[in-house]
């Protein structure tokens, strides 16, 4: 004759198959959230501020072509160009009667599409009225990302440098002729030309996150 089966048995085998599954689900559903990456191209319309200094930034990302450029009309002020390459160069300068230009090297390329890979989870806020899963990268930067459509909204900078995405066009690229420094930007070597004196507060996100990264 087969053994009989306790009703408490059968109940409490029962309630610890459901707990497991509990565990194993809560495990999966609790997993922190990941910032999407950048896609490969995009065109974002941003506003920044920085410590009240305020600029509008037309940022062009050509992650194929390893290129990022920053066109930044400074309020009342010069519109600065911002042209990144990925092997580390960068040119500043404008492209009225002055003709200044600034070449900028350094060790590190343009941002990558995962370039946020590894920050650390903050939870969720409100910003801009729109409710955002928020990171941290090494104390850098705090990212914001729209919940439902994982499009950047909203990022801080450790130095209070802050921008606000107005537009995101994904897949828009600027045609080539627009990626080409002027020639002015290309002197003889030691050959003097005029250099941007507001280079320092003119800086791109892209450049201040570069010169950061080029430390690790």
């Known amino acids: 004759m087969a053994p009989t ?10 309630l610890a198959i459901s707990f497991q599954i509990f565990l194993i689900t ?5 997993a922190a959230p990941v910032p999407a990456p950048w896609p ?26 390893g290129r990022n450029f920053n066109i930044i009309q400074n309020q009342l002020g010069k519109l600065t160009y911002d042209l990144e390459w990925d092997n580390g160069t960068s040119y500043i300068y404008t492209l009225d009667a002055n003709k ?14 995962s370039w946020l890979d590894g920050a650390e989870y903050l939870g ?8 955002c899963n928020v990171w941290t ?17 909203h990022w801080a900078f450790y130095t209070g440098y802050t921008a606000d995405v107005i537009t995101f ?8 002729p627009k990626w080409q420094a002027p020639v002015y930007c290309f002197g003889n070597e030691g050959e003097e030309r005029p250099l941007l004196n507001s280079v320092v507060t003119d800086s791109s996100s892209g450049k201040l996150i570069r010169e950061v990264f080029s430390t690790f």
């Not at 065109?43 to 990302?61: E, P």
């Not at 200044?100 to 599409?113: A, D, K, Q, S, T």
């Not at 969720?124 to 409710?131: G, I, P």
């Open 124 to 131: 969720q806020k409100y910003v801009d009225k729109f409710l």
């Open 169 to 176: 066009e994904v897949g828009a690229v600027l045609e080539d």
């Open 5 to 14: 089966v306790k009703p408490k048995s059968v109940f409490l085998l029962h």
């Open 137 to 153: 990268k090494v104390d850098f930067i705090w990212y914001y990302e729209d919940v439902v459509t994982k499009r950047p909204v």
């Open 26 to 30: 809560s495990k999966s559903t609790d």
């Open 40 to 65: 490969p191209q995009f065109h974002a319309i941003l506003f920044m501020n920085n410590s009240g200094t305020l600029q509008k930034v037309d940022l062009w990302y050509d992650w194929p072509n």
């Open 100 to 113: 200044e230009c600034r070449v900028l090297h350094f060790p590190v390329g343009i941002l990558r599409p």
